[in-house]
């Protein structure tokens, strides 16, 4: 059965016949793996369509915002975002299945240049197909091989045409093993983050903002302890109030089953949408590792930042992740900015203790501020879609360097 394969007729992208496309126009396939990459395929598509000299169209995997940037999307992303080794097993078919569909459409030779964003257990895979036809690659924020299975690099080498990172550090690393490549600067600065006085955000208010991530499994895994912890942090500190993050693809009725059960006992509000409506407003914030935290620093808002996956999972991360930390804010900084509580560290009750001492003490609010605006201008300034695109539109244009 693994053999079946699908023409791109049948999936609405025959190379002769796509819609709204004359001779002249080119084809961009995009696989961005989750929320975060959906976002910055969508900036990139917007950019690539300012500077094309031919109108371009987009296809790939991804989710609302590529949608709306108006790229056809042909697997949604959430089906196949997924944290932790052991639980991609429960996604193991819609991942099969993902896999199938892109290679198909790359084996037809449809899109003139693949885009990768992230997700690199999935998009190397694409890399090689897309190597194999012809097609140039694309990739666009690298896969963390500084952090982890460093012997990947090699592969990235072989299947990527040029490779465009989006932390200072990572140049270097690229560089120094032979991989072509661009620091641009991160996308998140595109967004005109700026960080508000306290004041202004909370109203005198003290706000505790909880962002439990963009995935069903963090969410799942993380908002029953954020909530406990909410819980307890009421009890001593009554005054206090929550909002609760609900990203995009996340359904807000998912969120309200886990956390129906402290209404009345803690005041919170689910926030759907766009994370910035819950930073603009809080006073500090309990935030899962990941993208959402560097969003937090570049509002400059104060965080405690946890995670949790199985037991497995954690133990063969720990085998081999050699880092000192694991929140991006902290590896930027190289330095503790923002404490980190993991795996059985990241309880109720700590995580209670580290937001009470925070909200205490004004002037450890304020150090920390200062630490994370230290940590934005490490990122260098706005524009990196932009020359993202440039990049992908120079390889659409050149065919494979």
């Known amino acids: 059965m693994w053999r079946i394969r699908f023409s791109a007729r ?15 126009d ?20 917007r950019h690539m369509r300012e500077q094309a000299e031919t109108s371009l169209f987009f296809c790939g ?19 196949l975002s997924v944290v932790g080794i052991t639980e991609v097993i429960a996604r193991l078919p819609d991942i099969l299945s993902g896999m199938r569909t892109a290679r198909n459409v790359l084996a037809s030779r449809v899109p003139d240049l693949l885009v990768l964003i992230d997700f690199p257990d999935f998009n190397l895979r694409m890399a090689a197909t897309a190597k194999k036809h012809g ?44 991989v072509p490549v661009s620091f641009v600067g991160h996308p998140l600065l595109d967004a005109g983050y700026e960080p508000a006085p306290l004041y202004e955000r909370t109203e005198g208010r003290t706000v505790v903002g909880l962002l439990p991530g963009s995935r069903g499994s963090e969410v799942a895994r ?22 609760v993050s609900c990203a995009h693809s996340i359904p807000v009725e998912s969120m309200a089953s886990i956390t129906e059960k402290y209404i009345g006992a803690v005041p919170f509000t689910i926030v759907p949408g766009d994370v910035t409506q819950v930073l603009k407003r809080s006073t500090c914030v309990v935030a899962v590792s990941g993208t959402v935290s560097l969003e937090t620093a570049l509002y400059g808002v104060p965080m405690v930042v ?19 930390y694991i929140s991006l804010v902290n590896l930027i900084a190289g330095k503790e900015v923002v404490p980190e509580l993991i795996q059985k560290n990241a309880s109720a009750e700590n995580i209670a203790a580290r937001i009470v001492s925070m909200i205490a003490d004004p002037q450890e609010l304020e ?31 050149e065919g494979i360097t």
């Not at 080119?26 to 598509?45: K, P, Q």
């Not at 995997?61 to 089906?79: C, Y």
């Not at 924020?141 to 040029?162: F, L, M, N, Y």
């Not at 029953?224 to 929550?242: D, K, N, T």
């Open 10 to 24: 049948e999936i609405g992208l025959d190379k002769h016949a796509l819609p709204n496309r004359g001779p002249a």
């Open 26 to 45: 080119r084809c961009v396939m995009i696989i961005a793996g989750e929320a975060s990459g959906d976002l910055h395929g969508a900036n990139l598509i």
């Open 61 to 79: 995997i991804g989710g609302s915002a590529m949608r709306r940037a108006g790229a056809k999307i042909l697997v949604e992303a959430e089906r």
């Open 135 to 178: 097609i140039p690659v694309f990739y666009y924020i690298s896969p963390q091989v500084w952090a982890w299975r460093k012997g990947r690099v090699r592969t990235i080498r072989k299947r990527v045409d040029h490779t465009a990172v989006i932390l200072p550090f990572e140049a270097d690393f690229f560089e120094a093993h032979g």
């Open 222 to 243: 993380h908002l029953p302890i954020m909530m406990e912890a909410a819980a307890r942090i009421s009890r001593r500190h009554p005054h206090v109030s929550f909002l």
């Open 306 to 324: 946890i995670y949790k996956v199985s037991f497995l999972s954690y133990w063969l991360a720990k085998a081999l992740i050699r880092l000192e």
């Open 367 to 397: 150090t920390v501020r200062k630490e994370l605006a230290e940590v934005r201008k490490r990122l260098g300034g706005p524009g990196a879609s932009a020359r993202a695109a440039q990049i992908a539109t120079r390889l659409l244009n």
